[in-house]
């Protein structure tokens, strides 16, 4: 596996909005702390470190080693999970939701991201520890979400009823997964240790967030990540000031309201990521978990009988905290609460729910962190490299959309210029002296100008478009086998790591040699979308 190029932030990736804040846009700096270097990172450590509560460290170590109790001892994870007692220990964490057997192959990139970073950091600090986490999203109940991955073009799907949160969901239902899975794996080796995972990871834990962390850990654990989830009463319990708070003023609401109102000001068309509501928590009871609401007189859930006032909402927030959940606003300020935490590792979307909270970590009084957009790859195999290079193809065109991708290459390779740019600039100049002229005489004459104007250099653009589609239909045995790669690479027309599952690329070399390749190819990568080739 070797890096073949980096591209940089490229729009076929990156939002415009990412692309800002990824080039350091001043017009951004006050919705966010600052982006992740190893200059500031460390300078972040040494405040963090500093600041954050001892007991809060006593209470997050026992909570981990309760949490892995499931897991064979690890000499490695247990030194780990032990320095986060120490005062000058920090965290780098990426979150996820509990996709099954990894989900998307994005999955994979932002935890070696994270791996990465903190090794790197280790390397050029020595006053401080550095621990990557890896925070499940356990208490999501989206599960339509995280029940399939894609083997080509078969869809993997766990067919179960599903409503809570889906950590909290039993792992043993994924043995008709397994026996659907067989049929495909059960001829190499390397197959066949796909199987042995699965069956390692699933079969033998009673929760999804247990099978999640045996996965996580089977596949990264050696490189020190630590699993953290946030379904735990201990941790819950150093959250409820701020659950309180939450439901006495509706903090959220009114910071990320005011904060999503700046950034509508910065950014044109800018559309938030995530509106809050005015009680941004759920209530989590018999494996459900439900939005809590308010009315007038009394606040509620939408198909829970309780009601609760004020009083008695608030007081069932401090005896049992671990029964309210936060939303995808509140989740980041929890998980920066329980957590020594310097930086966070996230993609576009999550950034962009990021930069509307700072004002909220500050109502709050909880450190926000520094931001780091993970790294965003194309894997190509050789075969395929060597098309594009034969073809002389651009690896950043092929993230271009699919009608713009076919055009500019058609426009490139043509013998004929398809480009009217000359025509209609010399119709324009025509036309500038019969504006003038119309200028002389009635409006209603300037008027049959401008029409007629308009509608010649519409002419045009029909034409071009029509000398366009016959040089694709001219040149289409080239057409299709560009649009060949390009339906290759991006599955179901999506970028690659959002669709493709690591088990199309482990065939060759195994789980392991995997890994370990993806891990020191990321690591030499930068700024952006890297394109790697592997097999």
């Not at 199987?195 to 996580?216: G, I, M, P, Q, S």
């Not at 016959?470 to 290759?488: F, G, P, S, Y």
């Amino acid at each position: 596996m070797k890096l073949i190029e980096s591209l940089g932030y490229i729009s076929g990736v990156y939002t415009p909005l990412m692309q800002r804040l990824l080039q350091h846009d001043n017009s951004l700096d006050s919705f966010h702390h600052g982006l992740a270097s190893s200059r500031e990172t460390v300078k972040a450590a040494t405040t963090r470190s500093a600041s954050f509560d001892q007991q809060k460290r006593k209470i997050l170590v026992q909570a981990l080693n309760k949490q892995y109790e499931h897991i064979a001892t690890d000499a490695h994870i247990r030194k780990q999970i032990d320095l986060l007692a120490k005062p000058n220990t920090v965290t780098v964490t990426t979150g996820h939701q509990l996709n099954i057997f990894t989900g998307p192959l994005f999955f994979w990139y932002k935890i070696l991201d994270v791996i990465n970073m903190v090794e790197q950091l280790q390397k050029e600090d020595t006053t401080n520890h550095y621990v990557p986490v890896f925070w499940m999203a356990s208490e999501d109940h989206d599960f339509e979400e995280i029940n399939h991955f894609f083997l080509g073009e078969q869809k993997v799907r766990w067919e179960a009823a599903a409503g809570g949160p889906v950590g909290r969901m039993n792992a043993k239902g994924l043995d008709a997964v397994f026996d659907t899975l067989i049929p495909f794996w059960n001829k190499t080796d390397q197959e066949k240790e796909l199987l042995t995972l699965f069956n390692a990871c699933y079969a033998h834990e009673d929760t999804l967030a247990k099978a999640t962390r045996k996965l996580v850990h089977h596949l990264f654990g050696k490189y020190g990540i630590v699993v953290v989830d946030g379904d735990d009463a201990a941790l819950k319990a150093q959250f409820i000031p701020t659950l309180k708070a939450e439901v006495l003023s509706e903090t959220t609401r009114k910071t990320v309201a005011k904060t999503t109102a700046g950034l509508g000001q910065v950014i044109e068309k800018y559309t938030p990521q995530v509106n809050p509501r005015d009680i941004n928590l759920f209530y989590m009871y018999a494996n459900k978990r439900v939005r809590i609401t308010q009315t007038a007189d009394a606040y509620g859930t939408l198909d829970h009988p309780e009601k609760w006032t004020l009083e008695t909402l608030t007081k069932e927030i401090e005896d049992y905290p671990d029964r309210f959940s936060p939303n995808a606003l509140m989740r980041p300020l929890y998980q920066e609460c329980v957590l020594p935490n310097i930086a966070y590792v996230g993609g576009g979307g999550e950034l962009a729910y990021w930069l509307q909270l700072k004002a909220t970590f500050e109502a709050f009084d909880i450190p926000y962190p520094l931001l780091h957009h993970r790294t965003s790859v194309l894997l190509l195999s050789a075969k395929q490299v060597k098309k594009c290079t034969k073809l002389d193809l651009p690896f950043a065109d092929l993230f271009l959309p699919s009608a713009t991708f076919i055009n500019k290459r058609v426009r490139q390779i043509s013998d004929i210029d398809i480009d009217f740019t000359p025509q209609r600039e010399l119709l324009q100049q025509q036309f500038t002296s019969l504006h003038d002229l119309a200028k002389q005489t009635d409006k209603s004459f300037l008027g049959a100008v401008e029409a007629q104007e308009k509608k010649q250099l519409k002419g045009l653009d029909v034409l071009e478009k029509r000398l366009l589609k016959a040089q694709r239909k001219k040149l289409e045995d080239h057409v299709v086998r560009i649009t060949d790669i390009r339906n290759d690479v991006f599955p179901h027309n999506r970028l690659q790591e959002r669709s493709a599952h690591f088990a199309s690329f482990v065939k060759a070399c195994g789980v392991d040699d995997f890994t370990q390749q993806l891990k020191a190819t990321l690591a030499n990568a930068t700024n952006g979308v890297a394109i790697v080739q592997h097999g």
